[in-house]
């Protein structure tokens, strides 16, 4: 059964949750139990409402979070998927979900609208906690995971181009505006820390036409193929090696750090505090090689996301099954 809270935040905000996409859940029914986290079952009898946004590796990541707390006790609903950076986030904020995975970069730029990223990555991360008490969210420690932008190539292309920074490409963009052609997603097109920022920090001169939008995943394939010279790529994804792409430094470093981090809702933080050392020591063992590895098994292997997650949490022996 719901919490009293949960139960009317469904009964009569709908309209809410459609805003933020969160428009239907389910249960998770893991059959675990606890492994080094979660003993004593501190959750019991609890229940949480776990959201991501939409890519694989947020997926993921909303699957380790759920499967942790239940494995701690709790009743878990999978509210993971949500398009979009902000939908996921203002379920957070709202109290419509109670946690998420998110990157301190995000944070720093799209939510709390600065627009010059800090470049020590504890300090990113405390600036961003420190901005959000206000908004009734609480961020606890980062991971190493750094899921930060960069511009990915084919071999053919690194080979004919050698651009290995951000400044090479903006050389060639104005040298050879035609060589110059970039896949991005939808987003990235549009953010200040995305290509508009990026434009403006490295004096790139690529024009709308040489610029094609399109879903995460097909950028990758394009850019293996040769369609687009360049691709916007995370620096976390497994399709990256996989695919044999060569990524560009960012030289200037223009981009934020992205160290993903629980972000939770501070009142639901208050009355289950349980949830930060649940989630602590997970955090810990989360870096960029775990990232690639496992994102690699969804995008490259085809596995399921959850499946991932839980294959993943009882081969580090935070959780049991059975």
């Not at 459609?18 to 019991?44: E, F, H, N, R």
């Not at 203002?90 to 109670?98: T, Y």
């Amino acid at each position: 059964m719901r919490t009293a809270r949960k139960a009317l935040a469904l009964a009569v905000g709908g309209a809410l949750l459609a805003a933020c996409g969160l428009t239907s859940g389910s249960p998770m029914v893991d059959d675990v139990k606890p492994g080094s986290i979660g003993k004593g079952l501190p959750l019991k009898g609890v229940d949480l409402t776990v959201t991501s946004k939409e890519f694989t590796e947020q997926l993921i990541l909303g699957a380790i979070m759920g499967i942790a707390f239940e494995a701690a006790g709790a009743d878990v609903l999978d509210r993971t998927g949500i398009q979009g950076s902000i939908g996921a986030r203002e379920a957070v904020k709202g109290g419509d979900a109670d946690a998420m995975y998110e990157y301190t970069g995000t944070a720093w730029i799209t939510y709390q609208g600065n627009t010059k990223p800090i470049t020590d990555p504890q300090k990113q991360w405390q600036a961003v906690r420190d901005a959000d008490l206000k908004n009734g969210v609480t961020w606890l420690a980062p991971a190493e995971l750094n899921n930060t932008y960069a511009l990915a190539m084919n071999e053919k292309n690194a080979a004919k181009y050698k651009a290995k920074t951000l400044s090479d490409v903006a050389a060639l963009s104005k040298s050879d505006p035609k060589a110059v052609s970039l896949c991005v997603e939808s987003e990235f097109a549009s953010r200040e820390d995305g290509l508009p920022g990026m434009q403006k920090a490295y004096g790139m001169k690529i024009p709308a036409s040489g610029i094609t939008k399109m879903d995460t995943g097909i950028i990758y394939t394009q850019v293996s193929k040769g369609s687009c010279t360049f691709g916007e790529v995370f620096t976390t994804d497994g399709r990256i090696k996989a695919m044999k792409l060569t990524t560009t430094e960012d030289d200037k470093h223009f981009f934020p750090n992205y160290n993903a981090a629980p972000e939770i809702n501070s009142e639901s933080l208050k009355k289950h505090p349980a949830m930060a050392e649940v989630l602590e020591p997970i955090t810990k063992k989360l870096n960029n090689t775990v990232a690639r590895e496992l994102n690699s098994k969804v995008d490259v292997e085809g596995q399921d996301p959850h499946e991932v997650a839980l294959e993943w949490l009882v081969q580090e022996g935070f959780v049991k099954e059975g």
